[in-house]
């Protein structure tokens, strides 16, 4: 294989392009065809050039650092002097903005594009020349005002690789697992979509009628066809264990609570080496340390080396001392990556002024299984993860010092403590922005205490750091996608603090709010069959055309028939329109009994499914915008125990008992279905009772027991779309409609 290397300089340190950064293939492709076309129709042999290409996997990209630049608004006279009757006199006043924003970068580090062919091929060395000639014939790169010039290179393997190693900013690469930014690329059929789109952009105003009743019709060109590639660009990571500096060279496990110390010891060490590098003196600290000589932050957070230690867990028995440490250099970052795993690599750490490190050496690790548990293994991924070292909050999420000599005298109280928890919850909101984490959360929990027996004590980790112990906080945070590690956050992620570990968690309820497009009186039942044909269509997605539907997912056999409740249990779909809501509940938790390994193999599928979920199109009942929301088992009524349960949405009665009346049998069915689901039999007050046509005997109705129960009770008939729901009746008020953040901040 060999690769076609083309080479972008702009004129200026400015690109004044709108949206992706890097400028995407194709943009790339567009300006080729802008130049090739720039005397003329493009010719055959021009077109052939453009079709090969078009044809190649994506290519890699490398690009500069960047900057967001001064941003700034031009007013521009909008595209509608018709409605001023064609006045020319008159386009000041359909005048619009035009908000500009361009992006900074250092001009002496060009933009590379890489394609990989096949150099064997005569066609592959034809057309990789003539795309090397038009590049050449390049002019500009985003807008008009982007001046710009190219060139074209063949190169073999190692030359590129040489090539990209030494390049001083980002190198974006296709990902295959479709994680990272999306950019837009040439495939087949770009060429001649840009030609059509050419061509309609010529004959975009016609005239309809003649004379006085003439009228200028306007029609938009086609868009151009482009293919979306997810790029990423991840950093270069390496594993280093502790060791003793002796014979054996043993593991030397490092004190949990001295995390921060550790990265410092280690962050010193590094930059002491890399200072023998001429003239770098100011990138070191910058990358490294992260702070000017007068103490100032320099540069942004996104380009700095994090040194992450990694505490040994993943058993009930594991110590949680710190034995590895993980050094991530990012792919932007001003120093080589192999330079700065070199200053790392066999490190000696020693302080024998006080005596109160051990000696240690830094060496690389050739086992990785610790990464995976945290999340820094390939296909880890999480929505749930929760803090191993304390995040270090802003000072006003703090909590409230007590003076340990008046501790009776200075107690805080329920509300106090929820004011500063929910402080706290909003803060990691704004620490995962920070952070760079673009998934949004849904439910967060702040504590001092740690999460697993053998962890510290939030206030443990402050002493010999810069921060009081009334900023750290223990986290868990899920969000409404999985997401992979490494994950840290907070201000001291930087100092070995917020390092953050996934909890594996079958999700065995998967619940919705419906934030807009629900109708004023929808039908339970219908959204519910609208919510399970949605559901089935992603899970279809996610198996592949060729694979059948599990009963799990539809509640019937492959010959159509109703699948046995007892011998193939499903997932029960419902709509709670007192909260507007939509749930997919798991048939264990319906049944109250222990999950199958059948039943949790088919909740993984249906985690991936519904990733992403965030529209249903429910016919009558609205397009319903939809919003992931965990459900709190302790708060949610539909989930809370309480001794007095209401129905939410009709029952449907299973049989209906002869010789007694409706409101009897309605009871009598109702104390049936609760034996059948391992509930305790209740007193039933019927409510609302009426015969529906080719259904039975319908109505709502009170259950009291004699102990409290917990969620969810779903009964009757048509339980498996949402009918029989019941809600507790002795819960927190108020609860209903709040936002997943805020009820972890109100709440907590």
């Known amino acids: 294989m060999s690769g076609l290397l083309i080479t972008v300089r702009l004129h200026d340190e400015r690109y004044h392009g709108m949206g992706d950064w890097p400028p995407s293939p194709a943009r790339l492709f567009q300006a080729l065809v802008a130049g090739a076309g ?13 079709e090969w290409l078009q044809e190649l996997k994506p290519p890699l990209i490398a690009a500069p650092a960047m900057l967001d630049g001064q941003s700034f608004v031009n007013y521009v006279p909008n595209n509608d002097l018709d409605a001023k009757g064609g006045d020319a006199r008159r386009i000041a006043s359909i005048r619009t903005t035009k908000p500009i924003r361009p992006r900074v970068f250092d001009a002496e580090a060009p933009l590379l594009y890489a394609w990989a062919f096949d150099h064997e091929e005569d066609e592959g060395k034809h057309g990789a020349r003539a795309v090397c000639a038009l590049a050449d014939r390049l002019y500009q790169f985003g807008r008009g005002v982007d001046l710009a010039w190219a060139w074209g290179e063949v190169l073999d393997n190692n030359e590129l690789d040489a090539r990209l190693a030494a390049y001083p900013g980002v190198v974006y690469r296709p990902s295959d697992g479709g994680s990272g930014r999306p950019l837009a690329c040439p495939g087949r059929g770009s060429l001649a979509s840009l030609r059509q789109r050419y061509a309609a952009n010529g004959q975009r105003f016609k005239t309809d009628g003649q004379g006085n009743v003439a009228r200028q019709l306007f029609s938009q060109p086609p868009k151009p066809h482009f293919m979306q590639v997810a790029y990423d660009s991840t950093p270069s990571r390496r594993l280093y264990e502790l060791r003793e500096r002796s014979r054996e060279a043993a593991f030397s496990a490092w004190p949990l609570a001295h995390a921060s110390r550790l990265v410092v010891l280690l962050r010193d060490g590094a930059a002491e080496r890399l200072r023998a590098l001429p003239d770098r003196g100011a990138e070191i600290e910058r990358v490294l340390v992260g702070r000017k000589a007068d103490g100032a932050d320099d540069g942004p957070t996104s380009l700095r080396v994090r040194i992450v230690p990694l505490p040994s867990i993943g058993h009930q028995h594991a110590d949680h001392g710190i034995r590895r440490v993980l050094v991530e250099v990012p792919a932007g970052c001003s120093l080589r990556a192999d330079d700065m795993h070199w200053a790392f690599s066999g490190l000696e750490l020693s302080d024998p002024a006080t005596g109160e490190v051990p000696d240690l050496v ?6 990785e299984s610790m990464l995976a548990h945290y999340g820094a293994a390939d296909g880890v991924q999480s929505r749930t993860w929760r ?43 704004q620490a995962l922005r920070h952070a760079e984490v673009r998934t949004r959360p849904t439910l967060v929990r702040v504590q001092r205490e740690p999460f697993e027996a053998k962890g510290e004590r939030a206030e443990a980790f402050a002493p010999g750091t810069r921060f009081a112990k009334e900023r750290l906080w223990h986290v868990e945070i899920t969000f409404d996608a999985p997401i992979a590690g490494p994950l840290a956050i907070g201000d001291g992620r930087f100092l070995g603090l917020g390092v953050m570990a996934p909890l594996r968690r079958v999700e065995d309820v998967h619940a919705f709010a419906i934030e807009g497009g629900l109708a004023a009186t929808p039908q339970p039942t219908e959204v519910a069959r609208a919510l399970r044909r949605a559901v089935m269509a992603r899970v279809q997605e996610v198996l592949g055309p060729r694979t059948g539907l599990p009963a799990f997912f539809t509640g019937h056999e492959s010959d159509g028939s109703r699948a046995q409740t007892e011998r193939r249990p499903h997932l029960t779909y419902a709509f709670d329109p007192r909260s507007a809501r939509l749930l997919v509940i798991a048939p264990y938790v319906i049944d109250r009994r222990a999950a199958t390994r059948e039943e949790l193999g088919h909740l993984d599928i249906l985690e991936k499914a519904l990733t992403h979920f965030r529209e249903l199109r429910a016919g009558s009942a609205g397009l319903l915008v939809l919003r992931a929301n965990p459900v709190d088992a302790q708060l949610d009524p539909l989930f809370a125990a309480s001794r007095t349960w209401e129905s939410v949405t009709a029952y449907e009665v299973t049989r209906h008992t002869k010789h007694v009346g409706a409101a009897e049998a309605l009871a009598a069915d109702l104390r049936a279905e609760c034996r059948r689901r391992s509930l305790p039999e209740p007193r039933v007050t019927p409510r609302e009772l009426r015969g529906v046509s080719g259904v039975g005997l319908v109505g709502g109705a009170q259950l009291a027991f004699d102990v409290a129960v917990a969620g969810p009770i779903v009964l009757g008939r048509s339980r498996h779309l949402g009918g029989g729901l019941f809600t507790g009746t002795a819960t927190v008020s108020g609860y209903e409609g709040l936002p997943a953040p805020q009820r972890a901040a109100d709440l907590l």
């Open 38 to 50: 720039l005397s003329g129709p493009l010719d055959r042999e021009d077109c052939v050039a453009l």
């Open 362 to 367: 830094l060496t690389p690790s050739n086992h």
């Open 387 to 429: 803090t191993v070292t304390p995040a270090a909050l802003p000072e006003h999420a703090s909590r409230r010092r007590i003076d340990p000599a008046r501790v009776a005298a200075e107690a805080k109280d329920g509300a106090e403590r929820a004011m500063e928890q929910g402080r706290a919850a909003a803060a990691v909101v």
